[in-house]
């Protein structure tokens, strides 16, 4: 469960490779553009911050192409569909 994953990732940092992690799907109503845009923010803050996006959906191309477009395809990584991604 979720809980036990930020309890788990609160103790040893060093075995989680992302800061944020969004999973949900890429859709108009789940505006994961908006995350994209305020991730760029927090990158010119601190540069090693890292993003996982988990999902799928109709706006999987345009989040890819703003990612790449804004620079930060070492910062956001989009997993696409998982099934059980926290396990």
């Known amino acids: 469960d979720v809980s036990s994953t930020l309890l788990k990732s609160s103790k040893d940092k060093s075995q ?12 108009h109503q789940k505006n994961p553009q908006r995350l994209v845009k305020i991730l760029y923010e927090v990158v010119k803050q601190k ?4 993003c ?3 999902g799928d959906g109709v706006l999987k191309e ?8 804004l ?5 956001i990584q989009i997993l696409g569909f998982k099934n059980n991604p926290l396990k």
């Open 71 to 75: 620079g930060i395809e070492e910062n």
């Open 47 to 50: 540069a090693n911050v890292k």
């Open 16 to 27: 989680y490779n992302y800061d944020i992690c969004y999973i949900g799907r890429l859709t």
């Open 52 to 54: 996982a996006i988990v």
């Open 62 to 69: 345009e989040v890819r192409d703003m990612v790449r477009s």
